[in-house]
């Protein structure tokens, strides 16, 4: 099965100010997930953007939010994206059929969407180098059961080399220069 850019949206998950600091590795997940944004903004995929509970967890964070400003936000109280209803109608009115995930925490909101896509009728695409949780053994164990549940496992590197498909596309170069 190949991921096709013109049958992809992007759905980040509520990598939010005041969580943010707690999950492991958020530094280096912070610079994966600028690269996976850029690239995917280059390659003009549609983007939907998820904020649990703003008032208690904050917005999303200033490095990501100052690149997904202009798309559409949905603030949610449920943990899957998808059981907010403006979330999922976003989704459903896209009209793709890949939905690229990557955000935190990854055993709970983002494991919940997921699945939710899936029994929506959806592929989801889990960037596993952009998620993760307060503990490692979260964010494993959702990885593989959500694996184990169909849903499609890549890295960012890899999504944004399949989405450009060629080395003749226009945007190949400045992929190429956003994973060095």
Known sequence: MRINVEDTLFCLVDVQERLFPHVINNEQIEKNLLTLVKGLKVLEVPFIVNEQYKKGIGETIPSLKELVQEDPH?????????????????????????????????????????????????????????????????????????????????????????????AKNPVFKTISSLVK
Not at 85 to 99: H, L, Q, S
Not at 136 to 162: C, H, K, N
């Open 74 to 166: 949905f603030e949610k109280t449920t943990f899957s994206c998808c059981k907010n209803e403006p979330t999922m109608d976003a989704i459903k009115n896209a009209g793709k059929k890949y939905v690229i995930v990557a955000g935190i925490e990854t055993h709970v909101c983002v494991l919940q969407t997921c699945i939710d896509l899936l029994d929506a009728g959806l592929t989801p695409v889990l960037v596993t180098d952009c998620v993760t949780s307060r503990k490692q053994s979260d964010t494993d164990m959702a990885i593989q059961r959500l694996i184990q549940a169909g849903v499609v496992p890549t890295t960012y590197e890899s999504i944004l080399f399949e989405l450009t498909l060629n």
